[in-house]
Structures are given as C-alpha cells and as structure tokens.
C-alpha cells in the first residue's frame, strides 16, 4: 500500500442497502476526511477526523457515519442508500504540519439505483 | 462562513492562448489558498498554494486580498494542460479545507 486506498472502486446499489466505503492511509498523516464530487457542485465535505478517536460533520454529513478507531483507517457509512448519494466519494488525508495539504484517494463511484 | 466561487464551468481555449481561471473566496479572517488539479482518470492533486508563491508547471497564483481572488494562469496553455481544476481555501481556525465547483479546462490543439 502507498497512499490513499479506497475500496471499492465502483459499485451499484439498491436503494435501502447499507453500505460502507473502506479508506486505508499508510502516510501516519493525523487528519483524515471524506468528500463527495458531483457535477457542478464540486467537492463538498461529509466528515473529516483531525485524529484517531475524534470525527466532525462536514457541509453535507446526513445519511453518513463514520468511524476512526485507528490512524490508518477511516471508513464511510451509508447507513441507508437513497439515490441522491449516488457520487464519486474521495477520501484524503494530511498530517497536521501541512495544512490544507490534501492527499487523495482514487475516488469509489457509487450508484444507488 | 468560508467560501469559495469559480464562475466559470468550462473554460476552452485553443494551444497557447494564454489562460485564467477564476477563484474568488470570502473568509473574514487570513486564508490559505490553494489549487488542487485533476487530469483524466487521475487522482485529484495539489498543483500550487499561494504560500509558496511558486511556479508550477508554468502555472502561477497570485493572492489578491483586496478583491479575495486568487486566479490560476497560464500564459501559454498546453493541450496536456486540459483537465478539472480547483480552487481551495483553508481557513485555520476551522481546519477544514473548503473546495470551490471546479472549473473544467479544455485546451485544444
């Protein structure tokens, strides 16, 4: 692993279904978030986490949980799918000497039929 | 609240015809600015903060506090240049770095 690994890559989903998006940085940055890009809105926060054991609600947290037992792991929660979720979900990370220095994952494109 | 505004969607241009793309911010207090870039089928990456006042792949921003605007150029664009761009700011007090809608590059040959 180098970086930022997101899984996975792509996926459909039923309305309804729980779903959870696994984000794994082996970079030992402290902060840790989860953005949603969509066309012509652009990337918009859902939650970040400044260190293992703490999370925050970005601009548009409803319908998303996540969790950071560790420094490496940093997964994202849909508990129930609705289709105005389908997005591309990137995960980032930085260390808390570099601020506003993003590092990004790939990108899981979901699509919640 | 901190803000970021890029009015253009699309900006297309041809190969070295100079380019601007626009980012205005609102933060009341001192922010940092920067410019995350995403090219086809690639990872979105920081291309240039304005701390650095660095030149980066012949790009260069400067900051304008007086008209909150921090606009990427270019004087002479590149066809690998085309990708989407973003312009963001962190405002510290907040540790959140807030991204703008994008602006989509287009340079053709």
């Known amino acids: 692993i180098a970086g930022i690994t997101q899984a996975p890559t792509s996926q459909i989903l ?25 066309l012509g809105l652009g990337l918009r926060l859902i939650h970040y986490s400044n260190t293992a054991g703490t999370t925050g609600k970005g601009e548009v947290p409803d319908g998303y949980s996540v969790s950071r037992a560790n420094t490496d792991d940093f997964p994202l929660t849909l508990a129930s799918a609705v289709p105005s979720q389908t997005s591309v979900y990137f995960c980032a990370s930085s260390s ?3 601020t506003g220095e993003l590092f990004f994952g790939e990108g899981s494109r979901l699509t919640v039929l | 609240a901190q803000r970021v505004t890029q009015p253009e969607k699309l900006l297309s241009v041809f190969k070295g015809a100079p380019v601007e793309l626009k980012c205005n911010y609102s933060y009341s207090g001192s922010p940092e600015l920067f410019w995350y870039v995403q090219y086809s089928r690639q990872r979105l990456q920081l291309l240039l903060r304005h701390i650095s006042r660095e030149s980066i792949k012949g790009f260069t921003a400067d900051l304008n506090k007086g008209e909150t605007s921090f606009h990427l150029k270019k004087p002479f664009a590149q066809e690998e ?17 807030v991204f703008g809608t994008g602006t989509r590059l287009l340079v053709s040959p």
């Open chain 1, 96 to 98: 808390s000497g570099s």
């Open chain 1, 14 to 38: 039923a309305a309804g279904r729980r779903m959870t998006l696994r984000c794994t940085q082996d970079m030992r940055h402290n902060a840790m978030y989860w953005y949603r890009q969509d």
């Open chain 2, 81 to 97: 240049d085309s990708a989407m761009y973003y312009c963001a700011l962190y405002a510290p007090g907040f540790q959140k770095l």
